[in-house]
């Protein structure tokens, strides 16, 4: 490992415009400087360089949508290979998290609350505790981690490393409530009313949505995020079909395949896959197929019954066969994305919502209630970890100038 991120780090040119940091990563990692610190052996330089960027830097090395970010804008990749900054980072991220330190600044007098303890929320927590307010971080889960424990597969990201973050979120002095609701027994005024400066929303995605077709409740069928929370407690049988090809389909499909299944077909309504280029990669290397221009009308007690669609030159759907594709199998999947729960907003007066269920935040992503913030998969929708960061980094320094603070 450590001779492969060398001869990278060496592979590096160093660009002073570099499109890997500036078009490349949706939080601007500061990719050549961190990898001159590299080859100049200053790990901790580059570590804390990264981390004070993206304190998932570690989560988002293994889990980035690489060859469409930094790697896919990567100066060298025109010719050949781009440089593999992803080795690179988890290489140093790691190594930083291994020697991590506290570093908190004075008590500055400020509580902040968080809901969800996800990418942003972790985020949020680390930042505001390390800026000196006084940090509670309330999951609804029993763990914190949020999706990056409950949506994302063991075999892409350990829990381990997840519960790197529950420990340095503790020694930087964050209190934690796991098993609570906010929405429930607590709302969002009670937090107020209890001395809260300011509300950070970080609760992500976690509603499946559901398709216009009957046989969704058959006990044949499921919810990929749903599925994905706990796949050892379900048995999809040898023959399992998945509607939808995003990210949570595919990882649906390669867990799937690792708890028994034997065949894995995945179905598009279209002509395109939706799943990064990797995943997909991943998915067919590992056995899955995937079959296009399915468009599901309802599910049977043997299956998925599909319309075919007829393309033009184009790729576009100009139509559909008169001949209906009954596909037997023993288990279907639903993944089409997801949308937010709407407990908080049930429970918060002036909480405002847009027409997909996403809290409507402004340019410092305050939502429409003063003194809460959100960011994620709540405040847009269905996104990857690193744009979850990059939306917590924008509340950070809303809530900081909401509140008073440097």
Not at 233 to 259: E, K, Q
Not at 341 to 358: E, F, M, P
Request: charged residues 25%.
């Amino acid at each position: 490992m450590a001779i492969h991120v060398v001869e990278e780090a060496n592979r590096c040119l160093g660009c002073k415009r570099a499109m890997c940091q500036i078009k490349g990563c949706p939080v601007h990692t500061p990719i050549p400087e961190v990898i001159n610190l590299f080859k100049e052996r200053k790990m901790d330089e580059a570590g804390t360089l990264l981390f004070e960027n993206n304190p998932m830097s570690a989560v988002c090395s293994l889990i980035c949508n690489h060859s469409n970010q930094c790697e896919g804008n990567c100066i060298q990749g025109r010719k050949g290979n781009p440089v593999h900054f992803s080795s690179i980072e988890s290489y140093i991220s790691r190594t930083y998290l291994d020697r991590y330190t506290p570093k908190r600044a004075e008590p500055n007098g400020k509580s902040v609350a968080v809901i969800g303890s996800g990418p942003a929320g972790i985020t949020v927590a680390i930042k505001m505790a390390e800026a000196g307010c006084d940090v509670t971080v309330f999951e609804q889960k029993a763990e914190v981690g949020g999706v990056l424990r409950y949506g994302i597969p063991e075999f892409r990201l350990s829990k381990e490393l997840v519960s790197r973050y529950r420990d340095i979120m503790v020694s930087l002095g964050v209190r934690l409530r796991p098993s609570t609701t906010i929405g429930g027994a607590l709302n969002i005024d009670d937090l107020f009313r209890d001395g809260y400066d300011s509300v950070f929303v970080g609760t992500g995605t976690w509603r499946a949505r559901k398709l216009d077709i009957r046989g969704q409740g058959r006990g044949n069928v499921f919810f990929g995020i749903d599925y994905l929370v706990d796949p050892d407690s379900v048995d999809l049988g040898r023959d399992v079909a998945i509607i939808g090809v995003g990210n949570v389909a595919m990882d649906v499909a390669r867990t799937a395949l690792r708890h028994g299944a034997h065949r894995v077909t995945l179905y598009s309504n279209t002509n395109n896959v939706t799943a990064s280029s990797e995943e997909v990669e991943y998915a067919e290397l590992e056995g899955c197929e995937i079959v296009r221009g399915k468009d599901v009308i309802a599910i049977e007690k043997e299956g998925p019954v599909f319309r075919t669609a007829i393309f033009d030159e184009d790729g576009n759907v100009v139509g559909y066969e008169d001949e209906l594709d009954h596909v037997s199998c023993d288990t279907v999947v639903i993944a089409v994305s997801q949308l937010p729960k709407d407990k908080l907003v049930l429970t918060t007066d002036g909480l405002a919502t847009n027409d997909r269920g996403l809290l409507e935040v402004d340019e410092k992503n305050m939502c429409t209630v003063p003194g809460v913030f959100a960011a994620g998969d709540v405040a847009t929708g269905p996104r990857t970890v690193v744009h979850a960061v990059a939306g917590a980094k924008v509340a950070i320094e809303g809530m900081k100038e909401y509140m008073g603070i440097a």
